[in-house]
């Protein structure tokens, strides 16, 4: 018996087998190893980085809002906000984040104990988005919502605050164009710094 075993452990095709199953195996092993110690030291670097202070984002601005007045910091002050940069005929991103800011304005207002946060529309296309224009564009979203333009000069210097990237497409044959800007929402808290 003995020796019968060992002729059939002793096959090629067993020893291959084996060979195969303990290199699967062993290489499995090592790979399990060796991502769950990359997944650990890239845990504790996440967890022990240190941040130093809050970034430089906001500050003060001088502009004009929906309505036709001008708008400073200072209208502002003591209030939760927040800013969103676009402009009234972008064809599809700045409506589908104005819904969403609306969206979430809304069931901040809907929560006890919680202050009202109030939301901005800069336009970066001060030349076409005209008080007027804001008034109507926005409207279709919210009577909360509050639409901010002026100068150029003005809004170059409230982007530039924000850190607002913005460029102006080339014109079509109409001389309509597309102003490629930045998507980000900004939370301001009532004393005007940066939150989130």
Not at 8 to 22: A, K
Not at 25 to 38: D, H, I, N, S, V
Not at 171 to 188: E, F, Q, R, T
Request: net charge neutral; glycine share 8%; proline share 6%.
């Amino acid at each position: 018996f003995a020796n019968y075993c060992m002729k059939r452990l002793l096959r090629p095709s067993t020893i291959v087998g084996t060979g195969v199953f303990v290199s699967l195996f062993g290489a499995g092993y090592y790979y399990r190893e060796t991502k769950l110690k990359q997944y650990e030291k890239a845990h504790q670097m996440r967890n022990s980085t240190t941040s130093f202070g809050s970034p430089l984002i906001g500050g003060e601005f001088n502009l004009t809002d929906h309505k036709g007045q001008p708008r400073t910091r200072a209208d502002y002050s003591g209030k939760w906000l927040l800013i969103y940069f676009g402009f009234c005929n972008c064809p599809d991103i700045c409506p589908d984040q104005l819904e969403k800011m609306v969206m979430v304005v809304d069931r901040v207002h809907m929560v006890q104990d919680v202050p009202d946060v109030l939301p901005l529309f800069v336009t970066v296309d001060p030349e076409r988005d005209s008080p007027q224009i804001m008034a109507e564009y926005i409207k279709e979203f919210s009577h909360k919502l509050v639409g901010l333009t002026g100068a150029r000069k003005n809004v170059d210097a409230i982007t530039k605050a924000y850190r607002i990237y913005y460029s102006k497409g080339p014109p079509d044959v109409n001389g309509d164009y597309i102003v490629g800007h930045a998507v980000i929402m900004y939370l301001i808290g009532p004393e005007g710094e940066f939150v989130e």
